[in-house]
Structures are given as structure tokens and as C-alpha cells.
Nanobody, 130 residues
Framework: VQLQASGGGLVQAGGSVRLSCTASGHTLGYYTIGWFRQAPGKEREGVSCISSSGDSTYYTDSVKGRFTASRDNAKNTVYLQMNSLKPEDTAVYYC????????????????????????WGQGTQVTVSS
């Protein structure tokens, strides 16, 4: 599965960006999708996750109330709407796909761990200026 994250760019603090994650040749509706980010000099961290149906979403504390994950399985696209952006949100953002683990385990227990995802996109840069 080749994932493609897009939509990043330069935005002022307080602004908004919507990231998209698409996959060619595969139905994303079968996958739980996680969003991760990596800032310079820092480890990659889990930001959000959305279940395959879109019924369940998860967020790290620092983005709760500001970021919203959603998906349109008919368009084979997952979104991360990021509002009220802060300079500390500056990072490369990645989407990742989990094909089977969600069928066995509670997503809440594993979504933040990179090793639980089978496929990764190449990342898109989000830069928030102060």
C-alpha cells in the first residue's frame, strides 16, 4: 500500500491546515489510519488515529480540541483538520495504516506506537510561524 500525505505548508499561528492521506490501488476503508509527526530533533509522536469506519477517533493531549480526524471512504481519503495551530505543531506529518491489528485489539491501547502500523506515507511538512 502506497500512502500519500499532502496538504502541508506554511501557516501563521492560529491558522488552519487540512492534511489528506490517500492510497493508490487499495481501499483505505479496511485500515485504521494514524497520524504522526516528527519535529526537528524530536522523536516521531502519535497525533491522532481514526478507525476504519470513522466512528472512533483518538488524539494526543496536546492537540485535543484543535485537531479533528475524519475520513471519506468513498473518496478513499482520510483527513486531519488542524485548527488553532501553534508554532510547536511545526513538524513533518505522516499518515500510517494498520490493516489487521484493529480487528484483534482495542485501538486505544496501541494507536500511538509506530510499530503497530503496516504502511507509511512519505510525510508532508507543516510549518507554523509565530
Amino acid at each position: 500500500v502506497q500512502l500519500q500525505a499532502s496538504g502541508g505548508g506554511l501557516v501563521q499561528a492560529g491558522g488552519s491546515v487540512r492534511l489528506s492521506c490517500t492510497a493508490s490501488g487499495h481501499t483505505l476503508g479496511y485500515y485504521t489510519i494514524g497520524w504522526f509527526r516528527q519535529a526537528p530533533g524530536k522523536e516521531r509522536e502519535g497525533v491522532s488515529c481514526i478507525s476504519s469506519s470513522g466512528d472512533s477517533t483518538y488524539y494526543t493531549d496536546s492537540v485535543k480540541g484543535r485537531f479533528t480526524a475524519s475520513r471519506d471512504n468513498a473518496k478513499n481519503t482520510v483527513y486531519l483538520q488542524m485548527n488553532s495551530l501553534k508554532p510547536e505543531d511545526t513538524a513533518v506529518y505522516y499518515c500510517a495504516a494498520d490493516r489487521y491489528r484493529w480487528t484483534y485489539y482495542n485501538i486505544a491501547d496501541y494507536w500511538t506506537h509506530q510499530q503497530n502500523y503496516d504502511y507509511w506515507g512519505q510525510g508532508t511538512q507543516v510549518t507554523v510561524s509565530s
